[in-house]
């Protein structure tokens, strides 16, 4: 398994970038296009579920208050009618006469036609009369055919509270349907002893009609089961199988359709089961996934038609690109010639272009500098053929200029010998800045004892910098500069400032003058040669290959203003001359 990945893993690398990109995005979209079908699918399901259990709580919630809105009303309707004056005194007198079985007849007829809920009203009295309104045709009762229902002892022990039953073709009940018989018995307002029962009916059909209000756009329906678990009403048998009493909400499934049974209790201790159908939902989110499932496929062609336009914007100039320095291993420095934007590619072609350059530029000055370097070290050569005999010359001068006592002479003389000495005669190439500032110091011994008052000397040290290793030769040739183009030319004496500082990270030489300066044109023909004997040129390049800095030469001058040339040499640890050595 781990081989045959290594494999593919291996043969994925090897392809070009413009496939690996193709690749990568296509599972990239695959992947995305499937977490996302999967997570819309799951979140709509569980979603369309939440939903209807949600609504299928609240409908059955809405049909217990119709239900208790109901019972509510007949509850009132029933007191109201037992308090009556007229159904009170003929209750107590037991001695009707028609006139009595109209008035109450007349009575019990407004309760009827004021509620359309109520099928039938019937009043009992203890003597055995009977008084009663009837929307059906009327039935044969009697107080004994009431007592002898197994629900009486429980009305009696009730003492005038109501009592609801479900009756099916039995004392109320007919061909027609079931009732719900609302009962309790009548007590005398004075006394509070029974003289009578009251019994007030209503049909299925309008418990049905009023309870299912609201319910059709649905397509909900409902089971209502009284205190003891006996169906009032139900739509079919097969979902009333499926109920489970237990459950509050649950999910069937009957015929292939997918139901949300929630059941709740009303104040009257009635259970309702609401049953509402889930397929109408989902039919519309199906229909909402389909159309979101064309988005996505849609999305997905612009997608991959966009992801093969990009890779081949970016992988197209990096072959061109790649082809180019192909050449190099030939040895052929060409520079890229492709067209390419202001965008990371033709930043990465203008990078390599300059890199070319420079190399180019780096080899015609290696090849200069190597033929400069061989025509040096032929002067140097020259030059340092004759030193012993130049040493000799000063010492006779020197011991002549004595024996005529001629002090001048010999100070010169002797300060000619230690700058030559000092100049020629160190091996390496390398010395220390107390070396450096020696030569100076002696040069310029020399040429006070020539101009005299012509210029001031003035110097400033820090000692932590003498055992620093600097290239030799580099202060003199700027301060004879100072002296020949700086201060000669001026009408008056000068000043010649030598600084030798230390800072945290470098080492700062810095030759100042007042004398004529310099103008900004001249600065930049020493620096590309065009002057020549001027020994500026000449050190700056030595400083700049040393170092490989570009900034550690600095000129600052003008016309009228003296010129200050500062000298600033990094810090390297592996420079320092100990004392022992």
């Known amino acids: 398994m781990i081989k045959n990945i290594k494999k593919m893993s291996k043969w994925f690398m090897n392809l070009s970038l413009t496939t690996k990109i193709i690749i990568s995005y296509s599972i990239i979209f695959v992947t995305f296009f499937t977490a996302i079908t999967v997570s819309y699918q799951r979140i709509n399901n569980d979603y369309t579920v939440g939903k209807v259990k949600q609504m299928s709580l609240e409908i059955a919630d809405s049909i217990g208050k119709n239900f208790d ?170 979902l009333f199988d499926n109920i489970s009493n237990e459950a509050s909400s649950e999910i069937i499934r009957v015929d292939k359709m997918d139901y949300i049974l929630s059941n709740t209790y009303n104040n009257y201790g009635w259970e309702i089961t609401s049953i509402t159908p889930i397929n109408e939902l989902k039919k519309q989110s199906t229909t909402y996934g389909i159309a979101l499932f064309i988005a996505i496929i849609v999305s997905g062609i612009l997608f991959i038609f966009g992801m093969v336009i990009v890779s081949l914007m970016v992988t197209k100039p990096i072959q061109k690109l790649a082809l180019t320095m192909s050449s190099v291993e030939n040895g052929e420095f060409k520079e890229a010639d492709f067209e390419t934007w202001n965008d990371e590619i033709g930043k990465l072609k203008e990078g390599y272009n300059l890199v070319i350059r420079e190399i180019k530029r780096l080899f015609k000055n290696i090849v200069k500098e190597n033929k400069a370097k061989r025509k040096k070290e032929l002067e140097i050569l020259q030059s340092q053929i004759k030193p012993h005999f130049l040493y000799n010359s000063f010492d006779a001068i020197s011991s002549l200029a004595l024996s005529v006592n001629n002090w001048e002479v010999y100070e010169l003389v002797k300060a000619l010998s230690k700058f030559y000495k000092g100049f020629l005669n160190y091996g390496s190439e390398k010395v220390t800045v107390k070396h450096e500032l020696e030569i100076v110091e002696q040069y310029l011994a020399i040429q006070k004892i020539r101009f005299g008052e012509k210029f001031t000397f003035i110097k400033n040290y820090d000692s932590n910098v003498f055992n620093y290793m600097v290239p030799r030769l580099i202060l003199q040739p700027l301060v004879e500069n100072a002296f020949n183009h700086g201060i000669k030319p001026l009408p008056s004496n000068g000043v010649i400032t030598l600084d030798a500082l230390c800072t945290e990270d470098s080492v700062e030489l810095r030759i100042s003058d007042n004398g004529v300066g310099m103008s900004a044109e001249t600065i930049k023909a020493i620096k590309d040669g065009q002057i020549r004997g001027v020994g500026l040129r000449a050190t700056i390049e030595r400083l700049r290959i040393y170092y490989n800095a570009p900034d550690v030469f600095r000129i600052d001058s003008g016309k009228g203003r003296g010129t200050v040339i500062t000298i600033k040499i990094p810090v390297r640890q592996e420079e320092i001359e100990t004392n022992d050595k």
């Open 69 to 238: 809105t109901v019972f509510d009303s007949v509850n009132s309707q029933s007191k109201i009618l037992i308090s009556n004056k007229i159904i009170q005194d003929i209750l107590i007198s037991g001695d009707v006469v028609l006139d009595d079985y109209i008035r109450v007849s007349n009575y019990l007829t407004e309760f009827v036609n004021f509620d359309s809920k109520l099928s039938s009203i019937y009043v009992f009295d203890l003597y055995g009369n009977k008084y009663y309104i009837e929307n059906e045709s009327p039935k044969n009762i009697s107080l004994d055919s009431l007592k002898k229902e197994s629900w009486f002892s429980r009305l009696e022990e009730l003492k005038g509270g109501y009592l609801l039953s479900v009756n099916e073709q039995s004392t109320f009940g007919s061909e027609g349907g079931k009732y719900i018989s609302f009962m309790r018995v009548i007590n005398n307002l004075d006394s509070q002893k029974p003289i009578g029962y009251l019994v007030m009916n209503i049909s299925s059909d309008q418990i049905n009609k009023t309870l299912s209000y609201n319910n059709d756009r649905y397509n909900t329906m409902f089971f209502l089961k009284d205190e003891s678990s006996n169906i009032f009403i139900s739509p079919d048998n097969k």
